[in-house]
Nanobody, 126 residues
Framework: QVHLVESGGDSVQAGGSLSLACAAS????????MGWFRRAPGNEREGVAR????????DYADSVKGRFTISYDKEKNVLYMKLNSLKPEDTAMYYC???????????????????WGQGTQVTVSS
């Protein structure tokens, strides 16, 4: 199991930027599939971005492509996501997740992560 702690959430105006971080501890060696998800009030949880860490391969939801960038620092065991050109519809609680996947395709299609952080709130005002 991996313990995850998110940080970096804040309130910003539309067009602004934020950087989220997710510090991982525990069984990080086997957690080669990591992702960012978000849930807005009244909505279902949405997958935002995933990274298959062995090859730093990334995948994004259409709604954030070109605006968000996911990355992973293996030395520090920290997952990052840079959020640019933020929109009010990006307002949500953002969670990171980790698991082991046997391939890129399995990682990018994964939703049943066993390890989740507690979340960090992003609020974008118009």
């Amino acid at each position: 199991q991996v313990h995850l702690v998110e940080s970096g959430g804040d309130s910003v105006q539309a067009g602004g930027s934020l950087s989220l971080a997710c510090a991982a501890s525990g069984d990080t060696y086997s957690s080669n599939c990591m992702g960012w998800f978000r849930r807005a009030p009244g909505n279902e949880r949405e997958g935002v971005a995933r990274i298959f860490t062995p090859f730093h391969l990334t995948d994004y939801a259409d709604s954030v492509k070109g605006r968000f960038t996911i990355s992973y620092d293996k030395e520090k065991n920290v997952l990052y996501m840079k959020l640019n050109s933020l929109k009010p519809e990006d307002t949500a609680m953002y969670y990171c997740a980790a698991d082991r996947a046997t391939s890129r395709s399995k990682c990018f299609g994964k939703t049943d992560f066993p390890s989740w952080g507690q979340g960090t709130q992003v609020t974008v005002s118009s």
